[in-house]
């Protein structure tokens, strides 16, 4: 029988013909590294089978790391690929494999390293290509225990599927035919795709990165590509909480949230998607499921263009630490226009990215998480009237797109930090109104967000 044909291959876990995939799988590194985990990954794999399931995989952990160092130390002249191959080899053996599955790519990398220390220098482009191969020896791992256990699978690059990037090294993005061309590719695969993340080819034909923890933008590209039902993104956490955990043990999972609201969180380093990663799910309105392997009934969080209605109107609340205030002051200048570009100008010349902005008549407040050419940014604004700075604080950020209807939330946000007696020193609550933003100490920030939370997320 050919396989790939009737209820027979069904059964076996492989594409009935014609069957669209209609699902996207991503795992983590640390989804695929020992036995316990690789046994559910497989479990998870088998239920979903009659939805086809395209599996996309990041690197076993530590190995990109380890990859970039190396070809580091390769390039400063001493070339050795011991480190990956030894912790290649451990995870192999753990999941039960023979190192010979991954031979070919070792001794490319061999190569590769050797000419680096010949050439003594190393560019973006050389460094794209050795990182490229740990995902490439990851999915040659997966399909092949996914084999063994009875679940017709082929390892898929990403590159020779036609995942075509633009030629930014280290933090490319997909051109409009990636999407195509991956749709045919996957189409053609025998059994379940097990694709690698993070990498793909420039037209050139230069192997790209898509940027650190590029997998999860793979997940999102293959998805819009085959027009998933849903791309499940398997982590270690069981998706995004109401609040940092450590900040607030009574933190509770949040069961669903909007693009805008995932976006907001991702920039203060919650646990979620990246903006730009998600992207691709965006543009064509995929949901995308925030799940954890180590709990894989548990019912993580979902992220999709709306939420229900009888959620919460608060998504999450979440804070940065590191947050430095300035202040310029100039009654003669504020009203007339062209005045905040002028300001803006400057930190834009000196390349500094502005958080949060509060202005009144004669003044304007922005926050910034950085120090480095502060002291110039400072010292240009000197021109345009007093300017002060405050370092120390802390930027809680309240974020949910129904806040706007909620009436009274704002009374019950400020209530909540008068009784604190928390000193607020800057406040901005934007047109969209998805992010109240407060500037407080950094030794009040803690309790900051647990008197929010408790006013927010009342237990139930
Ligand atoms: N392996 C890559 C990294 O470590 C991509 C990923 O894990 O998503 O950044
Ligand atoms: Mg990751």
């Known amino acids: 029988m050919m396989p790939g044909t009737g209820t027979a291959a069904r059964r076996l876990g492989m594409r009935p013909e014609g069957a669209e995939s209609v699902l996207v799988m991503k795992f983590g590194g640390t989804s695929l590294g020992d036995r316990q985990r690789i046994d559910t990954v497989v479990s998870l794999v088998r239920q979903r089978r009659e939805r086809s399931p395209v599996l996309v995989c990041s690197a076993h952990s530590g190995i990109t790391d380890l990859l970039l160092d190396g070809a580091r130390r390769a390039a400063a002249g001493t070339p050795d690929l011991e480190p990956v191959r030894s912790r290649e080899q451990a995870v192999l053996e753990a999941l039960g494999l023979d190192i010979s599955i991954v031979e070919e790519d070792l001794e490319r990398l061999d190569q590769m390293f050797r000419g680096l220390a010949l050439l003594g220098e190393l560019t973006p482009r050389s460094l794209d290509a050795v990182a490229s191969f740990g995902e490439r020896m990851s999915v040659r791992a997966i399909a092949s225990v996914l084999r063994r256990r009875r679940l017709p699978a082929t390892a898929v690059m990403a590159d020779d599927a036609g995942l075509v990037t633009d030629s930014r090294y280290t933090r490319a993005t997909p051109r409009p035919e990636a999407y195509t061309n991956l749709r045919a590719a996957l189409a053609a695969v025998e059994g379940i795709p097990v694709v690698t993340g993070f990498i ?192 120390g604080n802390a930027l809680v950020a309240v974020i949910g797109e129904r806040m706007r209807q909620a009436s009274g939330l704002a009374g019950r946000v400020f209530q909540a930090l008068a009784e604190a007696k928390v000193p607020i020193r800057a406040i901005s609550y934007g047109a969209t109104k998805t992010n109240l933003q407060i500037v407080v100490p950094t030794d009040r920030g803690g309790e900051t967000v647990r008197a929010l939370h408790a006013v927010l997320f009342p237990p139930a």
């Not at 037209?203 to 999860?216: A, H, I, Q």
């Not at 100039?330 to 803006?344: I, P």
């Not at 910034?368 to 007093?386: N, P, S």
Request: hydrophobic share 45%; proline share 5%.
């Open 200 to 391: 793909g080819r420039d037209r050139d034909g230069n192997v790209t990165t898509l940027g650190r923890s590029g997998s999860d933008f793979t997940a999102t590209i293959v998805g819009k590509a085959i027009g998933a039902e849903e791309v499940e993104i398997w982590t270690d956490v069981s998706g995004v909480l109401t609040a940092d955990p450590r900040l607030v043990p009574e933190a509770r999972p949040v069961a669903s949230l909007t693009y805008a609201e995932a976006s907001e969180l991702a920039y203060y380093g919650a646990k979620v998607i990246h903006p730009a990663t998600i992207q691709p799910a965006v543009e064509a309105r995929i949901p995308v499921r925030i799940l954890n392997t180590m709990d894989p009934a548990a019912a993580g969080t979902v992220i999709a263009p709306t939420r229900p209605r009888a959620a919460h109107e608060v998504a999450s609340i979440a804070s940065k630490k590191d947050i430095t205030l300035v202040n310029v002051t100039s009654g003669r200048m504020l009203g007339q226009s062209g005045f905040m570009a002028q300001v803006f100008e400057v930190f834009q010349r000196h390349d500094v990215v502005v958080d949060l902005i509060a202005t009144s008549e004669v003044s304007v407040t922005v926050s910034v998480d950085q120090q480095e050419r502060l002291a110039d940014v400072i010292e240009d604004m000197k021109g345009f009237g007093k300017v002060s700075i405050t370092e």
